[in-house]
């Protein structure tokens, strides 16, 4: 393995071609951990926009008039403006509201750090999304098939786990699939709040290197590597729960 | 609403009776929802309020001296919105016919190109083109400067261009192949086909997804600033570390912006889902 | 009170419906007997689907009464759960369910409704796929099966969960001619063995082979009735003979 981290060491000597988190371990260690928090806080969001997502689709469901409304507004307040901008309300302005706790040392320290605060705000951010995305799936479901559920003694729970759901999520999966794909390359925010995602540190070792250009056509073609296996992961996924001659 | 569910006919009422999965009311926002909305905003300062020593100016006081300059800020935003939205349409027009051109390489280069911006993250991409490109042109011995705001017009027009080229090629293909087979039927050639009959109907369906990308477009816009442009979101941070770093300035101040956003994607949110239930009809 | 088999099955006195202004079925009242088959005609609009969904209580009704076996639908505290396991129904869109195969389809109902053992219901599902003649689509899907085969699906589906009476509701108007027949024999033999049915249907043929009485409703009020052979050939009405010139 160490011969083929010092080949790119030759190659930087003998092209410039400067690749230090190859040859260097330090700065090896730095894009690894990039990387994984990177993937981190794509799976830790992932989760909790669905999560929101199925709740906030249910809740637009609710008989009652203003619980519905409140949805909405959540909705399009998240949809409507800037996923920075929510960073930073997030993590400056109702952080600066929250009580800070003691860190150990003497110091004071705020309650959530940037990694917290990134998930936070953008699993609320992708979640206004995937709302939608369940809800449109959901009235997708022909009102026809629950009425036959209904005439067979179906109860309203039963009919909604057995029938309603099964069929909802197979309609919103490739919107889904998208709006997720989405949420992995807005995680690259995170970097202005200082969370040390892969975007963060690849800027930390091109100031030390002065490799722009290298690291950032790395950088793309990695994302482009991650994007390409949750794409891949989630049609392989569309593909095996395909049902024949249901949808297109 | 009435005039139409006395036009039904009574065979069909059995089905439109069925229980409904929820009450159709469709929530819009109305004018007092924006006041009702700056209400909350205002209640929910009040804690930060009564911590504010009164010798200092209130919060709003601030606010509303910093206003014109944050709304200037605000302006740069849509021009770079604007700018970059033309130049990516542009470019993004010619991929995107690349993309379904005869010629297997113009095909798979457009393809490439276009999957490659289309999957990599703006900021990365603004980066990309902040870094990459020369602070000044040359061009016959005439020096263009490359100021930074004109860069990350560049940066945010490469996300665009990608985009809007997948919307050309899911509009044309969108079109049933029937149309390209009357066309050559009727002894049209290629680009006659293209230009006068698949084209025209196309525009319709890309213009929803179309506005919607410029609506993502306006809100990445805020990216710049985290590569030095004097955008809004800069600026408001110049003024809350001019006023000294205050924290209750905080949720006022990005209040604003959040505001100044929602009041201009929203109307355009608004227009999209109108124009896209239009043309559903029609197709 | 019990209810025995020598009072009506089905009781239908004075129903009246009405979707808001809008008064679709005006005072209909029937009787049908164990094991009796009654085919309501009638033009469309005339409130004939609607009258057997009331006797499932997908629609409820303004005033009149409904009795299943001696058991009131129209009822605010109906056991809904109750009245289905004794009408089965089956729609004009077969409504199957689309993520389930045909077995799956037919087993569906005994094990979530009943909580019947799996074993029991496979084997009984597998006996009701022979007796519509659907050997070796087991494992379809609906999407795969054409209208006719996914109508006698529907049908295996409904009799899985034992009924005493299977309400049948324009079941052939969707399907292709050619496959029309294929499920009329299927409903037949249903006749045959003694099960009480209540058809909506266009098929004056087909209504004249199998059943005991027809009804002819018209504009939500039931013109005239009659066993078969003296409505066919001895129609007095107008509206009844008008219709009849127009169909035959």
């Given at each position: 393995?160490?011969?083929?981290?010092?080949?790119?060491?030759?190659?930087?000597?003998?092209?410039?071609?400067?690749?230090?988190?190859?040859?260097?371990?330090?700065?090896?260690?730095?894009?690894?951990?990039?990387?994984?928090?990177?993937?981190?806080?794509?799976?830790?969001?992932?989760?909790?926009?669905?999560?929101?997502?199925?709740?906030?689709?249910?809740?637009?469901?609710?008989?009652?008039?203003?619980?519905?409304?409140?949805?909405?507004?959540?909705?399009?307040?998240?949809?409507?403006?800037?996923?920075?901008?929510?960073?930073?309300?997030?993590?400056?302005?109702?952080?600066?509201?929250?009580?800070?706790?003691?860190?150990?040392?003497?110091?004071?320290?705020?309650?959530?750090?940037?990694?917290?605060?990134?998930?936070?705000?953008?699993?609320?951010?992708?979640?206004?999304?995937?709302?939608?995305?369940?809800?449109?799936?959901?009235?997708?479901?022909?009102?026809?098939?629950?009425?036959?559920?209904?005439?067979?003694?179906?109860?309203?729970?039963?009919?909604?786990?057995?029938?309603?759901?099964?069929?909802?999520?197979?309609?919103?999966?490739?919107?889904?699939?998208?709006?997720?794909?989405?949420?992995?390359?807005?995680?690259?925010l995170a970097y202005a709040i200082a969370v040390p995602e892969m975007l963060y540190e690849a800027n930390q070792i091109w100031s030390d290197n002065v490799n722009v250009t290298e690291m950032m056509i790395f950088l793309l073609l990695i994302y482009f590597a991650l994007v390409g296996v949750l794409v891949w992961g989630m049609n392989s996924w569309e593909r095996k729960l395909k049902i024949p001659g249901f949808g297109n | 609403m009435n005039n139409r569910s006395q036009k039904i006919l009574p065979v069909i009422m059995p089905v439109m009776m069925a229980p409904k999965a929820r009450p159709d009311d469709r929530f819009r926002l109305q004018r007092w929802h924006g006041f009702a909305l700056v209400a909350?905003?205002?209640?929910?300062?009040?804690?930060?309020?009564?911590?504010?020593?009164?010798?200092?100016?209130?919060?709003?006081?601030?606010?509303?001296?910093?206003?014109?300059?944050?709304?200037?800020?605000?302006?740069?935003?849509?021009?770079?919105?604007?700018?970059?939205?033309?130049?990516?349409?542009?470019?993004?027009?010619?991929?995107?016919?690349?993309?379904?051109?005869?010629?297997?390489?113009?095909?798979?280069?457009?393809?490439?190109?276009?999957?490659?911006?289309?999957?990599?993250?703006?900021?990365?991409?603004?980066?990309?083109?902040?870094?990459?490109?020369?602070?000044?042109?040359?061009?016959?011995?005439?020096?263009?400067?490359?100021?930074?705001?004109?860069?990350?017009?560049?940066?945010?027009?490469?996300?665009?261009?990608?985009?809007?080229?997948?919307?050309?090629?899911?509009?044309?293909?969108?079109?049933?192949?029937?149309?390209?087979?009357?066309?050559?039927?009727?002894?049209?050639?290629?680009?006659?086909?293209?230009?006068?009959?698949?084209?025209?109907?196309?525009?319709?369906?890309?213009?929803?997804?179309?506005?919607?990308?410029?609506?993502?477009?306006?809100?990445?816009?805020?990216?710049?600033?985290?590569?030095?442009?004097?955008?809004?979101?800069?600026?408001?941070?110049?003024?809350?570390?001019?006023?000294?770093?205050?924290?209750?300035?905080?949720?006022?101040?990005?209040?604003?912006?959040?505001?100044?956003?929602?009041?201009?994607?929203?109307?355009?949110?608004?227009?999209?889902?109108?124009?896209?239930?239009?043309?559903?009809?029609?197709? | 009170?019990?209810?025995?088999?020598?009072?009506?099955?089905?009781?239908?006195?004075?129903?009246?419906?009405?979707?808001?202004?809008?008064?679709?079925?005006?005072?209909?009242?029937?009787?049908?007997?164990?094991?009796?088959?009654?085919?309501?005609?009638?033009?469309?609009?005339?409130?004939?689907?609607?009258?057997?969904?009331?006797?499932?209580?997908?629609?409820?009704?303004?005033?009149?009464?409904?009795?299943?076996?001696?058991?009131?639908?129209?009822?605010?505290?109906?056991?809904?759960?109750?009245?289905?396991?004794?009408?089965?129904?089956?729609?004009?869109?077969?409504?199957?369910?689309?993520?389930?195969?045909?077995?799956?389809?037919?087993?569906?109902?005994?094990?979530?409704?009943?909580?019947?053992?799996?074993?029991?219901?496979?084997?009984?599902?597998?006996?009701?796929?022979?007796?519509?003649?659907?050997?070796?689509?087991?494992?379809?899907?609906?999407?795969?099966?054409?209208?006719?085969?996914?109508?006698?699906?529907?049908?295996?589906?409904?009799?899985?969960?034992?009924?005493?009476?299977?309400?049948?509701?324009?079941?052939?108007?969707?399907?292709?001619?050619?496959?029309?027949?294929?499920?009329?024999?299927?409903?037949?033999?249903?006749?045959?063995?003694?099960?009480?049915?209540?058809?909506?249907?266009?098929?004056?043929?087909?209504?004249?082979?199998?059943?005991?009485?027809?009804?002819?409703?018209?504009?939500?009020?039931?013109?005239?009735?009659?066993?078969?052979?003296?409505?066919?050939?001895?129609?007095?009405?107008?509206?009844?003979?008008?219709?009849?010139?127009?169909?035959?």
């Amino acid at each position: 393995m160490e011969v083929f981290f010092e080949w790119f060491r030759v190659l930087y000597d003998e092209t410039g071609i400067n690749l230090p988190f190859l040859y260097d371990s330090y700065d090896r260690n730095r894009m690894v951990d990039g990387f994984f928090m990177t993937v981190k806080l794509s799976i830790v969001c992932l989760f909790f926009s669905v999560v929101i997502g199925v709740v906030g689709a249910w809740l637009q469901n609710s008989p009652l008039k203003w619980t519905r409304r409140i949805v909405n507004v959540y909705i399009q307040l998240f949809r409507n403006t800037p996923p920075l901008v929510q960073l930073y309300f997030f993590y400056f302005a109702i952080s600066s509201l929250m009580p800070t706790v003691d860190n150990g040392f003497g110091g004071q320290q705020p309650m959530l750090g940037g990694f917290a605060w990134a998930a936070i705000s953008l699993s609320f951010f992708a979640g206004a999304y995937n709302v939608e995305i369940f809800r449109a799936g959901i009235e997708a479901v022909p009102n026809s098939t629950i009425e036959a559920a209904e005439a067979l003694g179906f109860s309203r729970l039963t009919t909604y786990v057995y029938i309603t759901l099964p069929l909802a999520f197979r309609v919103a999966l490739p919107s889904l699939n998208n709006n997720l794909v989405n949420l992995v390359k807005t995680t690259t925010l995170a970097y202005a709040i200082a969370v040390p995602e892969m975007l963060y540190e690849a800027n930390q070792i091109w100031s030390d290197n002065v490799n722009v250009t290298e690291m950032m056509i790395f950088l793309l073609l990695i994302y482009f590597a991650l994007v390409g296996v949750l794409v891949w992961g989630m049609n392989s996924w569309e593909r095996k729960l395909k049902i024949p001659g249901f949808g297109n | 609403m009435n005039n139409r569910s006395q036009k039904i006919l009574p065979v069909i009422m059995p089905v439109m009776m069925a229980p409904k999965a929820r009450p159709d009311d469709r929530f819009r926002l109305q004018r007092w929802h924006g006041f009702a909305l700056v209400a909350v905003l205002i209640t929910a300062s009040i804690p930060a309020f009564a911590a504010t020593d009164p010798a200092r100016a209130s919060m709003f006081e601030v606010l509303q001296r910093w206003m014109p300059l944050l709304l200037k800020g605000f302006v740069f935003n849509i021009i770079i919105s604007i700018s970059a939205m033309a130049i990516g349409t542009v470019a993004g027009a010619v991929l995107g016919l690349g993309q379904i051109s005869l010629i297997a390489p113009v095909r798979k280069i457009s393809w490439l190109i276009t999957q490659f911006f289309r999957n990599a993250p703006w900021l990365v991409l603004l980066f990309f083109a902040m870094f990459l490109l020369p602070f000044e042109l040359k061009i016959f011995g005439l020096t263009i400067p490359l100021p930074d705001w004109l860069k990350a017009m560049f940066g945010l027009s490469l996300p665009v261009m990608a985009n809007v080229s997948e919307i050309v090629r899911g509009g044309v293909m969108s079109l049933p192949s029937g149309q390209w087979e009357a066309a050559e039927s009727l002894a049209f050639s290629r680009q006659q086909t293209l230009w006068r009959i698949i084209l025209p109907q196309c525009v319709k369906r890309m213009l929803p997804p179309w506005m919607n990308l410029y609506s993502i477009l306006t809100m990445a816009t805020v990216l710049a600033s985290i590569v030095g442009v004097s955008e809004v979101m800069t600026l408001t941070g110049q003024a809350l570390a001019a006023e000294g770093g205050r924290s209750d300035l905080l949720i006022p101040f990005y209040s604003f912006v959040l505001f100044l956003f929602f009041i201009y994607c929203y109307p355009i949110a608004r227009w999209t889902v109108r124009l896209e239930k239009k043309f559903a009809v029609i197709t | 009170m019990a209810w025995t088999d020598k009072e009506p099955m089905v009781s239908i006195r004075d129903v009246h419906k009405s979707f808001g202004a809008l008064e679709v079925l005006k005072g209909v009242s029937l009787d049908v007997m164990k094991g009796e088959v009654i085919c309501i005609i009638g033009p469309s609009g005339s409130g004939k689907s609607t009258l057997i969904r009331c006797v499932n209580a997908l629609n409820d009704i303004q005033s009149g009464s409904i009795k299943v076996e001696g058991q009131e639908v129209n009822d605010p505290h109906l056991n809904k759960l109750e009245l289905r396991k004794k009408v089965g129904m089956v729609f004009q869109q077969y409504n199957l369910f689309p993520h389930k195969n045909a077995l799956e389809n037919i087993m569906m109902a005994p094990l979530l409704v009943l909580k019947d053992n799996k074993v029991e219901v496979e084997k009984l599902a597998r006996s009701l796929i022979k007796k519509v003649r659907l050997e070796g689509k087991e494992e379809s899907y609906p999407g795969e099966l054409s209208g006719g085969q996914q109508q006698r699906v529907a049908i295996a589906r409904s009799l899985a969960m034992n009924p005493d009476v299977m309400l049948f509701d324009e079941v052939t108007a969707a399907l292709d001619p050619e496959t029309v027949n294929e499920v009329l024999l299927t409903i037949k033999e249903l006749a045959q063995d003694g099960m009480t049915c209540i058809l909506v249907t266009h098929e004056m043929g087909f209504a004249k082979e199998v059943a005991d009485h027809i009804y002819f409703t018209d504009r939500g009020v039931i013109v005239e009735h009659g066993p078969p052979t003296e409505f066919f050939e001895q129609a007095k009405d107008p509206r009844t003979i008008e219709f009849l010139g127009q169909i035959l």
